[in-house]
């Protein structure tokens, strides 16, 4: 068994294997950047190593500091959790060079998986349904086409080496060909610095449903179940859940069992997971192979029961499985949310800085959540701003669900703006409810999914004033008592808020034993029980939470969070709009820089693509005028705010 494990990542994920190494009595080995010192993973270890400054290409992605970090505190196995060095080859070989068990598969298998054209090759000859396309090594525009042609369209262009969605086009009629599959190139180049392209017949509507594979080093394979993975957007998953629903046993045993080949046909060991798109009609289609942990493991793990780290490290330490596969027994439902600090309202850019406040759902037998940051802590730029996954058990789906819905009411989170209303849209959605799900899900109902709140901003800001009131009345009445209630005339009650750059103010007048916000007639009162305000407007009440941080107030009930912002921060923001608009909204690289000096540009064009965060971010001229300067090349690095392009004033 092995004694001492390092973990190669950080976040969630390394917290998630300490947990269980720790309970199977191996010792644990933190690494950490610049950022990271006071991170939970580096609490959580016996032992810990710094690594380097905080971008990960300085740190958790240099395969000589882990290497380093693992021979320096003795440790014989190193666990790469998912991102970072997961399924790099050479870090796997680094790995066996000097002697460290690497928790996951062996290296070949890796290698067979890195390229989806060979990856296609041999999961054909394991006779694991593909979808019709073209893998091939000619890559001759006019072989290209030409097999398009024989596939029909819509045809969909996939990035041989690619991910994520990441060098992948639809092209729906030939005369789009050429610039799809340039464009497509150009992507996948950047990306991944390989441009050869695969052809698949294009499914339109499918699902993703993937299945968890487990193999020994004794030839054992066993399928756990799969995991409807669906509800993405672009081509992050956002809930996923296990087991997937409305599929028949038929279809499940055919799926496990072609995941199992895939796996045998490469000599698997480790935990692996088999993506399959499903297509309406029931068919499935060999999609990838990943060869790592995936973060939705826990889905698995509460309907078998079954810890897949513990089965991990016994299967790197030459243990058998567990179980095998007649064992393997399924119970009820599990969901999992992925709660981000991230904007959905703008694209759901990161939102970092400072989790003022972080409470999470009641944890029990039902609800489990992993996280790797607790309040207080930061949302940094330089990695995945995930807070915290959120899973949940019912004994069927729609018990599971109530859960979710649950749990999803009683998270708080200040400081950053996160996703958790818009999961809850979806966790409340009745198609949803149904489980009518596809990989078109938030895209077809985007209408429901991007509720417009902003005509309950009014409204949540008198909440925010009232809160404050009571909050400065309990706080007074130590001193005097409430002389602004006592006088003839009406008292009020000010804050000034911010919106979209201008000040307004709520002010609150006294009326009987309430408040009013003129010339609105109803009559407000608030007060504070346990933890949470109840809110009364006229002759109804209910709870909302008021989440005061330094510039913003979130004021939150059960139907949306409205993060409201004071005005004294106006002041800063005007500066940074002073430099033009034109900003990075975020630390990233420049990938493409697609205007030159001198052009003219009309409103809205495209200036220049910014690559964060795995996604790609297209900044737009915000006025008509003339490029005066451009301040970065592509591949270059530009922090949050930095100024991008100039144009000349608007005319
Ligand atoms: C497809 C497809 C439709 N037809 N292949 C997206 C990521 C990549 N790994 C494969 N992907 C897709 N491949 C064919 N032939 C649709 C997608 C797809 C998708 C797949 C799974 C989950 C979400 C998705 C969102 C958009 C497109």
């Known amino acids: 068994m092995l004694q001492k494990l390092l973990i190669a990542n950080r976040g ?4 998630r294997i300490m947990r269980t190494a720790r309970q199977m009595g191996i010792r644990t080995v933190a690494v950490y950047s610049a950022a990271d010192a006071n991170a939970q993973h580096v609490k959580l270890a016996d032992e810990s190593v710094y690594i380097g400054p905080a971008p990960s290409s300085e740190s958790y992605l240099v395969i000589d500091k882990i290497i380093a970090a693992a021979q320096a505190t003795g440790a014989d196995a190193i666990h790469p959790g998912y991102g970072f060095l997961s399924e790099n080859e050479r870090f796997a070989e680094a790995c066996a060079k000097h002697g460290l068990i690497f928790v996951g598969p062996p ?3 890796i290698a ?10 041999i999961m054909s000859d394991a006779e694991v349904p593909l ?9 001759d525009l006019d072989t290209l086409r030409a097999e398009a042609e024989k596939i029909g369209f819509p045809v969909l262009l996939k990035a041989a080496y690619g991910g994520g969605g990441k060098g992948m086009r639809v092209v729906n009629h030939s005369g789009e060909f050429t610039e799809a599959l340039q464009s497509a190139k150009r992507e996948a180049q950047a990306a991944f610095s390989n441009d050869k392209m695969l052809l698949e017949k294009y499914l339109g509507n499918p699902r993703h449903v993937e299945i968890q594979v487990f193999c020994d080093q004794h030839g054992n394979a066993v399928y756990l179940s799969e995991r409807d993975c669906s509800v993405q957007r672009r081509h992050q998953k956002v809930i996923e859940e296990a087991p997937a629903p409305s599929i028949s046993e038929f279809t499940r045993k055919a799926m496990g069992e072609a995941a199992v080949r895939a796996a045998q046909a490469i000599n698997y060991e480790g935990a692996g997971t088999v993506e399959f798109l499903l297509d309406t009609n029931s068919k499935f289609y060999f999609m990838e192979m990943n060869t790592r942990l995936q973060v939705e493991h826990p889905v698995t793990e509460l309907i078998t029961g079954q810890d897949l780290v513990q089965w991990q490290l016994l299967v790197a330490s030459g243990e058998p499985l567990p179980l095998a596969q007649e064992q393997i027994q399924l119970n009820g439902h599990a969901f999992e949310a992925r709660i981000y600090a991230e904007d959905p309202a703008h694209e759901f850019l990161p939102s970092t800085g400072p989790l003022t406040v972080l409470r999470t759902p009641e944890l029990s037998a039902h609800v489990r959540i992993d996280s790797g940051v607790i309040e207080g802590d930061e949302v940094s730029a330089y990695y995945d701003p ?12 729609t018990g599971a669900l109530r859960r979710l819905v649950t749990a999803l009411n ?10 958790v209303d818009f999961l809850r849209s979806i966790a409340n959605h009745p198609q949803f409810q149904r489980a009518e799900l596809s990989t078109r899900f938030i895209e077809r109902h985007e209408q429901d999914l991007f509720a417009d709140t902003s005509a309950l901003e009014d409204d949540y800001a008198t909440m925010a004033a009232l809160a404050e009131l009571v909050q400065s009345q309990q706080s007074q009445q130590a001193w005097f008592a409430n002389p602004g209630l006592q006088l003839n005339q009406p008292a009020q009650f000010t804050l000034t808020l911010q919106h979209d750059g201008q000040p307004y103010s709520v002010t609150l007048t006294a009326h009987g034993d309430g408040w009013q916000r003129l010339p609105d007639q109803r009559v407000w009162r608030a ?8 809110i009364h407007c006229n002759e109804r009440s209910f709870f909302a939470h008021v989440l005061a941080a330094a510039g913003d107030i979130t004021v939150m009930t059960e139907v949306a969070s409205i993060r409201l912002q004071r005005y004294d921060v106006l002041l800063e923001l005007q500066h940074e709009q002073a430099t033009g608009g034109m900003v990075a909204p975020m630390n990233g690289t420049v990938v493409a820089v697609l205007v030159a000096n001198g052009d003219e540009v009309a409103e809205g064009q495209p200036l220049l693509v910014m690559e964060a965060m795995k996604m790609e971010y297209t900044i737009r001229a915000s006025h008509a005028g003339t490029v005066e300067q451009i301040f970065y090349e592509s591949g270059e690095l530009v922090s949050d705010g930095a100024e991008l392009v100039r144009l000349s004033a608007s005319a």
């Open 410 to 419: 009683d998270f708080r989170v200040a400081g950053v703006r996160t996703n």
């Open 107 to 109: 290296i070949p298998a």
């Open 386 to 397: 995930m807070i915290a996954k959120l899973i949940v058990w019912g004994s069927n789906r």
């Open 527 to 534: 007060s504070w029980q346990h933890d949470r305000f109840r």
């Open 131 to 139: 979808v019709p396309g073209y893998h091939g090594d000619d890559q």
């Open 112 to 121: 067979a998986m890195g390229s989806k054209s060979a990856a296609k090759a």
């Open 12 to 15: 969630e994920i390394a917290c």
